[in-house]
């Protein structure tokens, strides 16, 4: 890895806490991350429900509907024991992929706090030996993230498309500005995106308590329509619905998943609000409200199988039809906000740990780190979301394209958690296959059910998937090559050093920060700096940034300073996969020297890739790499280095 990306991304040592470690250790303040400042009790529970909630919470909008129609519609109603029985399907899947698979067991896998699938990931490679299932399991924590992008894309579309539609059932006549009304949402809500959620973040929770307190009361008085739909409580009623139609309840577990859509982002975001309230505001307010909001649907359906036509809406009274499109496109707008924002932290965890190039982030709240913009990836959502909506035109057509990003990553999530939970928890491995087997086979089913989806639009996460995962293997593999190919040629810090002191190199007063990706070896920058300027600065660093296989990193461990040669010093910084770097502030606090940073002059190199005479990559990729390469966010930004006072020279490295 050259210098453009001076970070050194190597697995950790014996010792967890200091990897690569060289020197001592010296306490330095985390400027790169000013940590979560978490909300705590009720406080905690309404800021969850407006961000961890949204897109499970607005899955009534769509999901009942779309499994009855698999056995019925308006004009040939399905008989009541099936709706009753898809009912029953769609309760337990709340209770055992939702409260058992990740409130009660899956949110106990933390790092360091921290939650979601690259968090998941680092652990099970941290307590992994060998190299090949570290590979295998960084594999499937990739996939996993990449299905994730997949359903952010969908997301937005499904949720807004499924709001808007509610408008057909007060004004008919209004159904052909549907498709023009949902892209202007969309529109709005990626164009609203650089401006930040702080300010808005805080209308989130009370909106989603309204939410779900009206789903719960609509449900309810829909239950009294026909109470004999509280059967489904009884899973025998789920079970009896399976055995009766055989290959057709296998279709219609693609679309009961629809269902538990979001139950990832519980995990996720963990770190952003602490186990506890998550795990209560979901037992107490979250699944009620859902379970009543569905039996309420099916009872509404069971009475009236006209109401098919959208039985969400079809619950509110007509005076209330107005009100409850608004409610439930402000519920949408929140559930794509959260989508969309955690794609944004996926993607800057994925950059970090050098999956992905670098790329322009800006933070839009200077208090709080974690909230960031990713423009090039925000407008990339906005496209994809757009043309989503103008190719499925309903969100009953869009439903087949989300089922198979969702239950993919509960595929990956299982088999990471099935490491942790015997590897790092010591569970027994009887147990582990008896508990995690149950929920593979489960998720082995939903997904099975979701294949069958893919020529009616399943192929579209697919393909955001596979191509995200083509693209992050590409760009690992290109920079391996670089890696591999500077090393050979690369001169040893011990060497140079020595020389250093018996030469007549002349030094000239300034502090130069060089940036390495191997401490071990010198810089490029420097050995051109010596080439061309013949003079070395009287205050010299070398400083390599590494990336740990965790959240954050410890105060202790943010930096190891060593002193190798008279004014030369060998610093190495580390940094959480979570957190962005910022070099200024960090050196700033080093201990041993009194670092300016407005005086500090940068020196970097920047890689001229061509392809060598035995290419060592396919043409296709070697094309793909370059233009990542090309478009990478420059150094002195992504690390917030100040632009002026980095001086970059280019190297030529064939692959």
């Given at each position: 890895?050259?210098?453009?990306?001076?970070m050194?991304?190597?697995?950790?040592?014996?010792d967890p806490?200091?990897?690569?470690s060289i020197?001592?250790?010296?306490?330095a303040?985390q400027?790169?991350?000013?940590?979560?400042?978490?909300?705590?009790?009720?406080?905690?529970?309404?800021?969850?429900?407006?961000?961890v909630?949204?897109?499970?919470?607005t899955?009534?909008?769509?999901?009942?509907?779309?499994?009855?129609?698999n056995v019925?519609?308006?004009?040939?109603?399905?008989?009541?024991?099936?709706?009753?029985g898809?009912?029953?399907?769609t309760f337990?899947?709340?209770?055992?992929v939702?409260?058992?698979?990740?409130?009660?067991?899956?949110?106990?896998?933390?790092?360091?706090?921290?939650?979601?699938?690259?968090?998941?990931?680092?652990?099970?490679?941290?307590?992994?030996?060998?190299?090949?299932?570290?590979?295998?399991?960084?594999?499937?924590?990739?996939?996993?993230?990449?299905?994730?992008?997949?359903?952010?894309?969908?997301?937005?579309?499904?949720?807004?498309?499924?709001?808007?539609?509610?408008?057909?059932?007060?004004?008919?006549?209004?159904?052909?500005f549907?498709i023009?009304?949902?892209?202007?949402?969309?529109?709005?809500l990626?164009?609203?995106?650089?401006l930040?959620?702080g300010?808005?973040?805080?209308?989130?929770?009370?909106?989603?308590?309204v939410?779900?307190?009206t789903?719960?009361?609509?449900?309810?008085?829909?239950?009294?329509?026909?109470?004999g739909?509280?059967?489904?409580l009884?899973?025998?009623?789920?079970?009896?619905?399976?055995?009766?139609?055989?290959?057709?309840?296998?279709?219609?577990?693609g679309?009961?998943?629809?269902?538990?859509?979001g139950?990832?982002a519980?995990?996720?975001?963990m770190?952003?609000?602490?186990?506890s309230?998550?795990r209560?505001?979901?037992?107490?307010?979250?699944?009620?409200?859902?379970?009543?909001?569905?039996f309420?649907?099916a009872?509404?359906?069971?009475?009236d199988?006209?109401?098919?036509?959208?039985?969400?809406?079809?619950?509110?009274?007509?005076?209330?039809?107005?009100?409850?499109l608004?409610?439930?496109?402000?519920?949408t707008?929140?559930?794509?906000?959260?989508g969309?924002?955690?794609?944004?932290?996926?993607c800057?965890?994925l950059?970090?740990?050098?999956?992905?190039?670098?790329t322009?982030?800006?933070?839009?709240?200077?208090?709080e780190?974690?909230?960031?913009?990713?423009?090039?990836?925000?407008?990339?959502?906005?496209?994809?979301?757009?043309?989503?909506v103008?190719?499925?035109?309903?969100?009953?057509?869009?439903a087949?394209?989300?089922?198979?990003?969702?239950?993919?990553?509960?595929?990956?999530?299982?088999v990471?958690?099935?490491?942790v939970?015997?590897?790092?928890?010591?569970?027994?491995?009887?147990?582990?296959g008896?508990?995690f087997?149950?929920?593979?086979?489960?998720?082995?089913?939903f997904?099975?059910?979701?294949?069958m989806?893919i020529?009616?639009?399943?192929?579209?996460?697919?393909?955001?998937?596979?191509?995200?995962?083509?693209?992050?293997t590409?760009w690992?593999r290109?920079?391996q090559?670089?890696?591999?190919?500077?090393?050979?040629?690369?001169?040893?810090?011990?060497?140079?050093?020595?020389?250093?002191?018996?030469?007549?190199?002349?030094?000239?007063?300034?502090l130069?920060?060089?940036?390495?990706?191997?401490?071990?070896?010198?810089?490029?920058?420097?050995?051109?700096?010596?080439?061309?300027n013949?003079?070395?600065?009287?205050?010299v660093?070398?400083?390599?940034?590494?990336?740990?296989?965790?959240?954050?990193a410890?105060?202790?461990?943010?930096?190891?300073?060593?002193e190798l040669?008279?004014g030369?010093?060998?610093v190495?910084?580390?940094?959480?996969?979570?957190?962005?770097?910022n070099?200024?502030?960090t050196?700033?606090?080093?201990?041993?020297m009194?670092?300016?940073p407005?005086?500090?002059?940068?020196?970097?190199?920047?890689?001229?890739?061509?392809?060598?005479?035995?290419?060592?990559?396919?043409?296709?990729?070697m094309?793909?790499?370059?233009?990542l390469l090309?478009n990478a966010?420059?150094?002195?930004?992504f690390?917030?280095?100040?632009?002026?006072?980095?001086?970059?020279?280019?190297?030529?490295?064939?692959?």
């Open positions: 890895m050259s210098e453009q990306d001076s050194s991304l190597k697995e950790s040592s014996s806490r200091y990897p690569n020197g001592t250790p010296t306490s303040p400027h790169g991350q000013e940590g979560h400042s978490r909300p705590k009790g009720m406080g905690a529970m309404l800021a969850a429900l407006g961000v909630y949204g897109d499970i919470g899955s009534p909008l769509y999901a009942l509907q779309s499994s009855i129609r019925g519609s308006e004009t040939h109603p399905a008989h009541a024991w099936e709706v009753i898809l009912t029953s399907l337990w899947a709340l209770m055992l939702v409260t058992i698979k990740y409130v009660i067991l899956i949110m106990r896998a933390d790092h360091n706090k921290e939650g979601g699938i690259i968090a998941l990931m680092a652990l099970a490679q941290r307590v992994c030996k060998s190299n090949y299932f570290r590979w295998v399991f960084g594999l499937i924590g990739i996939a996993g993230a990449c299905l994730f992008f997949g359903d952010g894309i969908i997301t937005p579309a499904i949720s807004v498309l499924s709001a808007v539609e509610g408008v057909e059932i007060s004004v008919p006549d209004a159904s052909p549907i023009p009304a949902a892209i202007i949402i969309l529109l709005g990626f164009a609203a995106q650089a930040g959620t300010k808005i973040g805080k209308a989130f929770g009370p909106i989603m308590l939410w779900f307190i789903i719960a009361v609509l449900g309810a008085r829909g239950i009294l329509l026909h109470p739909v509280l059967l489904a009884s899973p025998l009623e789920a079970i009896r619905f399976i055995v009766t139609h055989g290959k057709l309840s296998f279709i219609a577990l679309s009961v998943v629809l269902s538990v859509t139950a990832e519980l995990y996720a975001d770190g952003h609000f602490g186990r309230p998550i209560l505001a979901w037992l107490f307010l979250v699944l009620p409200a859902l379970s009543l909001n569905y309420g649907q009872a509404s359906i069971i009475s199988p006209t109401t098919l036509a959208n039985p969400f809406y079809y619950l509110a009274p007509h005076w209330m039809q107005i009100p409850m608004l409610l439930a496109t402000m519920a707008i929140i559930a794509s906000q959260a969309i924002s955690g794609s944004f932290s996926l800057r965890q950059i970090q740990l050098g999956y992905l190039p670098r322009r982030i800006i933070h839009t709240n200077p208090h780190e974690a909230q960031i913009y990713l423009p090039s990836l925000n407008w990339m959502f906005a496209f994809g979301s757009v043309v989503l103008i190719a499925f035109r309903s969100s009953a057509a869009l087949s394209a989300y089922g198979i990003a969702v239950t993919g990553t509960f595929l990956c999530t299982c990471l958690a099935m490491v939970f015997r590897r790092v928890f010591q569970w027994k491995s009887y147990a582990v008896t508990v087997g149950f929920f593979f086979v489960m998720d082995a089913v997904f099975s059910s979701n294949v989806k020529p009616d639009g399943g192929w579209v996460p697919l393909s955001i998937a596979v191509g995200s995962t083509l693209i992050m590409t690992q290109g920079r090559l670089i890696r591999n190919m500077k090393k050979r040629d690369a001169v040893p810090m011990g060497s140079f050093i020595t020389r250093l002191t018996q030469s007549r190199t002349i030094r000239v007063p300034g130069a920060v060089f940036l390495t990706s191997d401490p071990e070896m010198v810089p490029d920058a420097l050995l051109y700096n010596l080439r061309h013949k003079v070395l600065h009287q205050t660093l070398f400083v390599t940034v590494q990336t740990l296989d965790q959240p954050e410890d105060p202790d461990q943010r930096m190891t300073v060593k040669a008279p030369i010093r060998r190495i910084i580390r940094y959480g996969f979570m957190e962005m770097p070099l200024p502030l050196l700033a606090g080093m201990t041993e009194d670092f300016d407005i005086q500090a002059s940068y020196f970097t190199s920047h890689d001229l890739v061509f392809r060598s005479k035995v290419p060592k990559m396919s043409l296709w990729r094309w793909v790499f370059l233009y090309n966010t420059s150094i002195s930004e690390f917030r280095i100040p632009p002026e006072r980095v001086m970059e020279f280019g190297v030529r490295v064939a692959i």
